[in-house]
């Protein structure tokens, strides 16, 4: 006869103090998304999963959270899903049910995803890539799913470019131009200022799965910047984009609340779903950068942006 082994897991702990996250981290998965009518999502990602654990047990059954993930992954590719936040939500809610001893379970996903576009004035076709994250938390109170995404795009600051509007100002009228000239030159030709790449991050989270299409969120995203960025650029492109970007200079402030205005105007959400809207710019003639953020339930967004519609 086989000897059966200790679950020394199920055992007391020498400590009796409980812990909010125990799980496996770095688990790497293959993740395929239909779409109807459309080509699939394929998205290698890179997956989070935890449980909590009650102080009066030594241990979770590890090997039961990656057969969970394994479990929920392999129904992704065969069965339809659509929503990355849907996956995590499965596997939150299996894990609870596979762990009989905890009370909440939680999983994260990171991945890239790459869209093909063309160039804005060569009309060339390129790929971009966003960061995107999901994440779920299943309790007895239900699940709840988040989507989000992280881009890079270009930002230009205001009041740079308004030192430059002044030097050139100054300049044309010793040069004895008439205001009217140059107060139309300006109004044509946006003055220099200081650049920067700019990390826009927009997530929402709400019960069940947000009513969000990850594709209007990146836009949402990229154009809450000066300029969108290109992967490839011819001149013509890269003229676009220098001309947009200071045509359209925004505050690092500016950003997180043109990330406010895009989603109130794109998504349709319940009025607790909450919001993070983030913009962190590498600045390019400080050592620091520049980071500002809001997190905000939909509600209030709705509320604080129709209230600067009346004013």
């Known amino acids: 006869m086989s000897q059966q082994l200790p679950d020394v897991q199920a055992s007391r702990p020498e400590v009796s103090v409980g812990l909010n996250r125990v799980g496996v981290t770095g688990v790497e998965k293959l993740v395929k998304l239909d779409r109807a009518e459309r080509r699939p999502i394929v998205l290698m990602a890179e997956f989070e999963v935890y ?48 762990h009989e001893y905890t009370s909440r379970a939680e999983v994260q996903m990171e991945a890239e995803y790459v869209q093909r576009e063309a160039t804005p004035a060569s009309d060339r076709q390129t790929q971009f890539t ?4 999901a994440a779920a938390t299943a309790n007895g109170d239900g699940t709840h799913e988040e989507i989000g995404t992280t ?16 030097r050139a100002r100054e300049t044309l009228e010793g040069l004895r131009v008439d205001d009217d000239v140059i107060d139309e030159f300006l109004e044509e030709v946006p003055q220099p200022g200081h650049s920067q790449r700019g990390h826009a991050t927009l997530s929402v989270r709400s019960a069940g799965s947000p009513d969000v299409d990850l594709e209007d969120l990146i836009d949402v995203a990229r154009d809450s910047m ?6 490839m650029a011819k001149r013509p ?9 200071h045509s359209n200079a925004k505050f690092v402030e500016d950003c997180v609340r043109s990330l406010a205005e895009g989603t109130v105007e794109r998504f349709d959400l319940p009025d607790d779903a ?24 939909f509600s209030s967004l709705k509320e604080e942006l129709r209230g600067d519609i009346r004013r």
């Open 151 to 166: 881009v890079t795009g270009m930002t230009v600051c205001p009041c740079s470019q308004g030192m430059s509007e002044a």
């Open 130 to 133: 966003a960061d995107i994250h």
């Open 237 to 245: 492109d890269e003229d676009h984009m220098t001309y947009e970007s």
């Open 51 to 98: 449980v909590d654990l009650p102080k009066w047990r030594k241990g979770i059954d590890m090997s039961r959270n990656m057969e969970v993930v394994d479990e929920i992954i392999e129904e992704a590719l065969e069965d339809r899903h659509v929503r990355v936040e849907e996956v995590c939500g499965d596997v939150a809610e299996r894990l609870l049910g596979r």
């Open 274 to 297: 909450i919001v993070t809207m983030k913009q962190s710019n590498d600045e390019s003639i400080h050592q620091h950068n520049a980071h500002a953020e809001r997190v905000a339930e």
């Open 226 to 231: 000066s300029a969108r960025i290109y992967n």
